[in-house]
């Protein structure tokens, strides 16, 4: 039935169906089609149609040729009808310059009009304009109040942006309570930096934690798994002492390792220690000379 009201013209009917396309529900999959029934749709004022044919430009989807022009084109259209995540888009678009002149002050009234209406994502952003002072006055206030918004709905980056503001009494009354609390919340959902201050908290028993070594170790690893170079060096330095997890000089320097060829300077150092004392790894003066050297640097 969406297809006989599609062929017939009508747009809502071409927007299901594409839809269905995209999906290949109850269709055979294709992207090429829905692109078809979307610009059919699009170009009659459905602003889904609008936004979902922007992402196919986005991405150089269903046989079209990428364009960051065209799918702020259609951002624009559907962000012109009030349409949050479309909105969003298109502030996106101008704070990077994407298909459009970069402009951080166009970024800002898109984001805010998005914002108004509960988008957490714009929300993140605005807050992070207003703290850098990007295309707004910068006011900490505000960009607390945004991050604050978005946090309230489970962003994770603006949970950890709070936390922060909270350690710091940042345009807030200063908590490591609440910081974390919502480092907790961020580093559940796989933020790293709230991973690693989570861990540092567990670390010095700050926040109204219980001072752990096994904690701390267990989030310095969650972040070390993600290549965070910090947190390569922190847990390598729980394995070195034998804090939270089993001494081990081989897993220690396995970790400085890591970090310190991403340029972690107190992991070159450690790790050139390690080699001049063949702790870990088999002694090599000349390995700890270069570490060391990096390290100095």
Excluded at 14 to 22: D, H, I, N
């Amino acid at each position: 039935w969406y297809r006989k009201a599609a062929e017939q013209g009508h747009p809502n009917a071409q927007f299901s169906l594409a839809g269905f396309c995209e999906e290949g529900k109850a269709v055979e999959q294709s992207d090429e089609d829905a692109v078809k029934w979307y610009l059919l749709a699009a170009k009659q004022g459905v602003a889904g149609a609008q936004i979902n044919l922007g992402v196919m430009y986005d991405l150089g989807k269903g046989g079209l040729v990428k364009s960051d022009v065209k799918a702020a084109y259609w951002y624009g259209k559907a962000a012109s009808q009030g349409i949050d995540r479309a909105q969003f888009d298109l502030g996106s678009m101008f704070a990077q310059g994407r298909g459009v002149d970069q402009s951080d002050e166009l970024a800002a009234g898109w984001f805010t009009k998005s914002a108004k209406q509960g988008n957490a994502a714009s929300q993140l952003n605005l807050g992070a304009m207003y703290e850098q002072g990007r295309g707004v006055p910068r006011d900490t206030s505000e960009a607390a109040k945004w991050y604050r918004k978005a946090a309230e709905q489970g962003h994770p980056n603006a949970q950890f942006s709070l936390a922060g503001f909270c350690e710091e009494g940042k345009a807030v009354e200063q908590s490591d309570e609440d910081a974390v609390k919502w480092y907790l919340l961020a580093a559940k959902q796989g933020v790293a930096g709230a991973q690693i201050n989570l861990g540092v908290m567990y670390d010095l028993g700050k926040g109204g934690l219980v001072k752990s070594d096994v904690k701390a170790a267990y989030w310095y690893g969650k972040a070390a798994s993600q290549g965070i170079d910090r947190a390569q060096f922190d847990l390598g330095s729980m394995f070195a002492q034998g804090r939270g997890v089993d001494q081990s000089d081989e897993l220690a320097a396995g970790w400085f390792t890591k970090s310190a060829k991403q340029g972690n300077a107190a992991s070159q150092l450690n790790l050139g220690a390690m080699y001049e004392q063949g702790r870990g790894v088999p002694r090599d003066t000349s390995e700890a000379a270069k570490w060391y050297r990096k390290a100095a640097e």
